[in-house]
């Protein structure tokens, strides 16, 4: 199992940039995605999201270029 993380506001000024919005919609977009992602992986699987002990590997996409990760995840 692969995590694909990246600090706050890294996350935020991405969304800023895909969706051509305001800092301030940006995080109420994040904020709302992560509780759904959090609350579907506790419902299903019974886990924290944040348990850093369920994952193979933990993918930080500030410190990682896209072709990095794929090559750490085909590895």
Do not use: G
């Not at 509780?35 to 924290?48: G, N």
């Amino acid at each position: 199992v692969v995590r694909v993380v990246a600090p706050r506001d890294v996350r935020v000024r991405r969304l800023m940039q895909q969706r051509s919005c305001s800092k301030d919609e940006a995080s109420a977009f994040l904020d709302q995605t992560d509780a759904s992602r959090e609350e579907f992986v506790r419902r299903f699987f019974h886990r924290d999201v944040n348990d850093v002990h369920d994952y193979d590997l933990i993918v930080n996409t500030e410190r990682t270029a896209p072709s990095e990760a794929a090559s750490l995840l085909i590895d």
